[in-house]
């Protein structure tokens, strides 16, 4: 049985989405870049400061 | 219109026929209203730099979140206007009424960053400052958008209030806690919404009587709500000089408020006085334009006084008055 080829995007579709993807990879990394950098100010000097 | 928008607002609810969205990662930071953003930004750092001891990478991530919360607000406000916003020529171009976005887009992008920035300003900083940020999405996305706007010529006086938290939410994020200081920055911009506000709506009252949105021009006429422009800006002049008063801001900041001050007054009766064709619309648009810069200007000398002390600024001043007076002559 010959199976239908789904959801074509037109062109202008693709790129929409394209730019959709793009900006939500960006804002994702660059949550993850803050949560770090806000991380390692909160805990300042004490990161060193454990029993070894 | 071209072959592209045609396949945009085919289906008139903004989504392709394949089922996906049809908006740019441009259409929706179009819906988070970048400019009330950057005012937010603006206003909150204000708040922030009057605290002492601000940790710069935390006041940076603080206000990140600040900024999409406001943005947050600014979307689901698009998502419950977007029927009136697309009988006005002013917001017609949005991306719901446009047919990029579509309503449930909207909202779910909304929810979305509005628990995300309050979760977050909550994990960075402390809950009274998230508390404030919450409370203010809430009160200009129910408060404002779902009741007051449609319901009452006051709509924006006490919908003013949702613009006028983020300087306290700034202060918050780095204190815990609010401060008188606070509430007098908060005034300014609550008391200088309806001046604002009223001198578009004047110039705009076809758009808001198409749409059904009670106005003060729509519901009382033009005249009373020069009367209004006026008593407000009699109240928010006084009012902007209290920084000055109570000692947290200083003489750059009296001086940029006195002469600013004056000019608001002289537009406010300009206003009120000219009353027919041109020369009221002229009135009407100027006092908008100039009521930008005012807050503006206040909020930018307050700003550098913060962060490099009154004296410099003073001395700054000084400098620039003697480098004008001496080109002058």
């Given amino acids: ?52 | 219109m071209s072959a592209v928008s045609d396949s945009i607002v085919q289906d008139s609810i903004g989504q392709s026929q394949s089922g996906l969205s049809n908006g740019t990662a441009g259409d929706f930071f179009a819906l988070l209203k970048p400019r009330v953003m950057s005012l937010v930004v603006f206003t909150a750092l204000v708040g922030m730099m009057l605290a002492p001891h601000v940790n710069p990478v935390i006041g940076f991530a603080a206000l990140l979140a600040i900024a999409v919360g406001a943005g947050a607000s600014g979307c689901l406000n698009m998502w419950y206007d977007a029927d009136i916003d697309a009988l006005m020529r002013r917001t017609v171009k949005r991306p719901i009424p446009a047919g990029k976005v579509t309503r449930d887009e909207a909202l779910g992008f909304g929810l979305t960053l509005s628990i995300g920035s309050v979760v977050t300003l909550g994990l960075i900083t402390n809950w009274v400052a998230a508390g404030l940020l919450a409370f203010t999405i809430f009160f200009y996305v129910v408060i404002y958008s779902m009741w007051l706007k449609r319901a009452t010529a006051q709509n924006i006086v006490i919908g003013g209030a949702a613009g006028a938290f983020p300087p306290m939410i700034g202060y918050a994020a780095v204190t815990g806690t609010v401060s008188i200081e606070t509430v007098v920055l908060f005034a300014i911009i609550f008391l200088w919404t309806p001046p604002h506000f009223w001198a578009l709506a004047l110039v705009k009252s076809d758009d808001y009587r198409r749409a059904g949105i009670p106005m003060l021009p729509v519901v009382a006429g033009d005249d009373h709500t020069r009367l209004q422009i006026l008593i407000y800006t009699l109240i928010v002049v006084p009012v902007a000089m209290l920084p000055y008063a109570m000692g947290f801001a200083g003489l750059p900041y009296a001086v940029t408020a006195s002469v600013t001050g004056v000019m608001m007054l002289v537009l406010a009766w300009r206003i009120f006085t000219r009353r027919e064709g041109e020369a009221a619309r002229k009135a009407a648009f100027g006092m908008f334009g100039f009521s930008i810069l005012y807050l503006f200007l206040l909020y930018a000398v307050l700003l550098a006084e913060f962060m490099v002390g009154h004296d410099r600024v003073a001395a700054l001043g000084a400098f620039a008055a003697r480098f004008l007076t001496g080109a002058a002559s």
């Fill in chain 1, 1 to 52: 049985m010959e199976q239908k080829p789904g959801i074509v995007l037109t062109e202008e579709e693709a790129k929409r989405r394209r730019s959709r993807s793009v900006a939500l990879g960006l804002v994702l990394g660059g949550l993850v870049l803050l949560f770090f950098i806000v991380t390692v100010a909160k805990l300042g000097g004490n990161v060193l400061n454990r029993p070894m």
